[in-house]
């Protein structure tokens, strides 16, 4: 049994968010049927892992690309340095 609090939040008991797939941030939608009220978790299309590995893949490969143009900003002639900002020949 479960409860209803001041500010209208119904707690799921864990034994039917585990059967159910409930988890933390999970949609659920509250319909009416008749004298009863029916929650109705929303399912969320679970990404088979070759997906999740051919995003990391893809994250992986624009991070090597940002990594390779910094090496150009370095190169580009601006009369001064990023090192040269925090390094300017004081003693510390």
């Known amino acids: ?17 585990a059967r159910y797939g ?8 509250f319909e009416p049927a008749g004298d009863v009220i029916r929650v109705v978790p929303r ?3 679970v990404r088979p892992t070759r997906d999740r590995v ?3 893949q ?6 090597a690309e940002r990594q390779a143009g910094q090496d150009w900003i370095e190169t580009t002639e601006r009369g001064w340095r990023r090192e ?3 390094d300017r020949g004081r003693t510390r």
Request: hydrophobic fraction near 50%.
């Open 22 to 29: 409930i988890v933390p941030g999970a949609e659920i939608a």
């Open 58 to 63: 893809q994250m992986l490969s624009r991070q």
């Open 1 to 17: 049994m479960a409860r209803v609090t001041s500010k209208l939040q119904v707690t799921i008991p864990k034994a039917v968010a």
């Open 84 to 86: 040269d900002l925090h």
């Open 43 to 45: 399912r969320q299309p």
């Open 54 to 56: 051919k995003l990391f």
